[in-house]
């Protein structure tokens, strides 16, 4: 053998080796971009499922929301409604005890000598039977319907703290 047909068998050899490590790289590139294709679809599809799942979850928590302020608004209304019929009531028993219509009385201790509780006769003013009582001064009777105002005031809006708290526990 020569060495020019040696060279050229070299040569042929060579441009044959690359050629199959050419074909087999691009075999390779298509093998391996179809299998990236499929893991990409995959993962696509992977992550429209939980972003479904997180909609579906947002759209759940907001109904339960949403219900929640409903129930709350409820609330609201009806310790609104009860103060302002509070507030109606002592106003009309301030007008009351103002123009004397009514008039405020407190029961008076026993006599302990005395095991009677009914008096043995009935005073000029009425025909109440029954332990003794004691009219009160009008500016009393208006300072003592201004202290039970705050107090219904206190239990009306505590009564209101409750009713929120509960409905926000039994969410």
């Not at 294709?37 to 909609?55: F, K, M, P, V």
């Not at 109606?88 to 201790?109: F, I």
């Not at 705050?150 to 926000?168: F, H, K, N, S, T």
């Amino acid at each position: 053998m020569s060495p020019a047909s040696l060279k050229l068998l070299i040569a042929g050899v060579a441009v044959a080796l690359i050629l199959a490590i050419s074909a087999t790289w691009k075999v390779q590139d298509w093998r391996y971009g179809e299998k990236l294709a499929e893991q990409a679809g995959l993962h696509q599809s992977d992550l429209e499922e939980i972003s479904s799942a997180a909609t579906a979850q947002a759209q759940v928590e907001r109904s339960k929301r949403l219900a929640l302020e409903q129930q709350l608004s409820a609330s609201e209304q009806t310790h609104y409604k009860e103060l302002s019929n509070a507030q109606r009531d002592q106003d009309r028993l301030r007008d009351r005890l103002a123009t004397a219509d009514v008039r405020l009385s407190v029961l008076l201790a026993e006599d302990p000598v005395s095991c009677s509780a009914v008096s043995p006769t009935p005073s000029a003013g009425g025909v109440v039977h029954g332990r003794a009582r004691a009219q009160l001064d009008p500016a009393h009777a208006q300072r003592i319907i201004a202290i039970t105002e705050a107090g219904d005031r206190g239990l009306i809006a505590l009564r209101a703290c409750q009713a929120y708290v509960e409905a926000v526990n039994q969410r």
